[in-house]
């Protein structure tokens, strides 16, 4: 037997989260069992353990969108015990149990190698909100970054920090847009050199077009905030979108793209195929600097989880919370 979070749903379709003990022959299907070492909190995860149970396809469920662990048993010949393994995306957490237990079964499929230069944990540290933090980086080089600073919203959550902290290293300008101003010091030290105020982004306007600002931009928040932004964006430059912390309503006009040459790049971590994801571990590994993670990270057990989730829903939680499973 061992650990998980159990998310349970009663009969008036209540939902509760706590800690149990489980056996093996209660996961899911899958061709390796994982003994998981760590997970951490994501948005969609405060969704799946907080009231209604938010992405939850199936009761009672084991959230965790992502975990990393050391092979157990495997009936892939591409993976064997002993092997480390990193795992995002796939709906693992949603509609198969996931990273918060010892011990995960998944498919082969879903898993990554941990790239050289990352243990269990920084790959955790990391996580979903950095591997996607990455694919936004890279789909903006993939489009060119124009001269000036690149905007990053929703900075000082997990997203926004990583890509911070990554474009930084590229030598970028980074102005980070935060409605916490007490962030300030951190996010300069993952090397932001510009603080803009949440509320300046927020506000409205009438002007599709306003001064040529950001040479692009890693858009957390959505809403009237990327609306706004697309309209500051630099000739031909491209915004990486990739959540909606502040609202999936998207209240913009055509002018930016038509005028302007702008590029709106979605971003989705859940169905990268494989060669992307190892492509995408392997720039993290290279140019995520790994004292600016540490700085971002802070520990967490399964039993503080509950509270974690109804924290990162209410955008609360700084940076990334890595989840000991064994702690
Ligand atoms: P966090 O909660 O860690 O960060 C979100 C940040 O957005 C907050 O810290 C806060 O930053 C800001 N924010 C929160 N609420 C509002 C609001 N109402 N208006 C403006 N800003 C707000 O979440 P993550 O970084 O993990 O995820 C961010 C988004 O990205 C989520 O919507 C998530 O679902 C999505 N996501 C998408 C993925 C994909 O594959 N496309 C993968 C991973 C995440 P501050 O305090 O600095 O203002």
């Given at each position: 037997?061992?650990?998980?979070?159990?998310?349970?749903?009663?009969?008036?379709?209540?939902?509760?989260?706590?800690?149990?003990?489980?056996?093996?022959?209660?996961?899911?299907?899958?061709?390796?069992?994982?003994?998981?070492?760590?997970?951490?909190?994501?948005?969609?995860?405060?969704?799946?353990?907080?009231?209604?149970?938010?992405?939850?396809?199936?009761?009672?469920?084991?959230?965790?969108?992502?975990?990393?662990?050391?092979?157990?048993?495997?009936?892939?010949?591409?993976?064997?015990?002993?092997?480390?393994?990193?795992?995002?995306?796939?709906?693992?957490?949603?509609?198969?149990?996931?990273?918060?237990?010892?011990?995960?079964?998944?498919?082969?499929?879903w898993l990554v190698p941990l790239p050289d230069g990352?243990?269990?944990?920084?790959?955790?540290?990391?996580?979903?909100?950095?591997?996607?933090?990455?694919?936004?980086?890279?789909?903006?080089?993939?489009?060119?970054?124009?001269?000036?600073?690149?905007?990053?919203?929703?900075?000082?959550?997990?997203?926004?920090?990583?890509?911070?902290?990554?474009?930084?290293?590229?030598?970028?300008?980074?102005?980070?847009?935060?409605?916490?101003?007490?962030?300030?010091?951190?996010?300069?030290?993952?090397?932001?050199?510009?603080?803009?105020?949440?509320?300046?982004?927020?506000?409205?306007?009438?002007?599709?077009?306003?001064?040529?600002?950001?040479?692009?931009?890693?858009?957390?928040?959505?809403?009237?905030?990327?609306?706004?932004?697309?309209?500051?964006?630099?000739?031909?430059?491209?915004?990486?979108?990739?959540?909606?912390?502040?609202?999936?309503?998207?209240?913009?006009?055509?002018?930016?793209?038509?005028?302007?040459?702008?590029?709106l790049l979605g971003i989705d971590s859940v169905m990268?195929?494989?060669?992307?994801?190892?492509?995408?571990?392997?720039?993290?590994?290279?140019?995520?600097?790994?004292?600016?993670?540490?700085?971002?990270?802070?520990?967490?057990?399964?039993?503080?989880?509950?509270?974690?989730?109804?924290?990162?829903?209410?955008?609360?939680?700084?940076?990334?919370?890595?989840?000991?499973?064994?702690?």
């Amino acid at each position: 037997m061992f650990n998980a979070l159990v998310v349970e749903k009663d009969d008036a379709g209540k939902t509760s989260a706590g800690v149990q003990q489980i056996g093996l022959d209660q996961l899911p299907e899958g061709d390796v069992t994982v003994a998981v070492e760590y997970s951490t909190v994501n948005y969609k995860d405060g969704l799946c353990i907080g009231p209604g149970g938010g992405l939850v396809r199936n009761y009672p469920h084991v959230p965790g969108v992502d975990l990393a662990g050391t092979v157990e048993a495997s009936d892939d010949a591409r993976y064997k015990p002993g092997d480390k393994v990193v795992l995002t995306g796939w709906r693992v957490g949603e509609a198969h149990w996931g990273g918060y237990a010892q011990k995960a079964r998944v498919k082969a499929d879903w898993l990554v190698p941990l790239p050289d230069g990352l243990d269990t944990r920084q790959a955790m540290a990391v996580g979903t909100a950095g591997f996607t933090a990455m694919l936004a980086v890279m789909a903006l080089e993939d489009h060119g970054i124009k001269d000036g600073p690149v905007l990053v919203t929703g900075a000082a959550g997990g997203v926004g920090s990583v890509a911070t902290a990554i474009l930084a290293k590229l030598g970028h300008e980074v102005a980070a847009v935060t409605g916490r101003p007490e962030t300030a010091d951190y996010l300069k030290d993952l090397g932001a050199t510009q603080i803009v105020a949440r509320e300046e982004l927020n506000e409205t306007t009438k002007r599709p077009l306003e001064g040529e600002t950001w040479g692009g931009c890693v858009d957390a928040v959505g809403g009237a905030m990327l609306a706004r932004l697309l309209g500051q964006i630099k000739y031909g430059g491209s915004v990486a979108a990739v959540g909606l912390a502040g609202g999936a309503a998207l209240p913009a006009t055509v002018i930016p793209f038509l005028l302007r040459g702008v590029n709106l790049l979605g971003i989705d971590s859940v169905m990268q195929p494989y060669d992307n994801r190892v492509r995408a571990w392997g720039r993290i590994a290279r140019d995520l600097p790994m004292d600016k993670l540490e700085a971002m990270m802070q520990p967490a057990t399964l039993a503080d989880l509950p509270g974690l989730g109804r924290d990162i829903l209410q955008g609360q939680v700084k940076g990334r919370v890595v989840v000991d499973v064994n702690a």
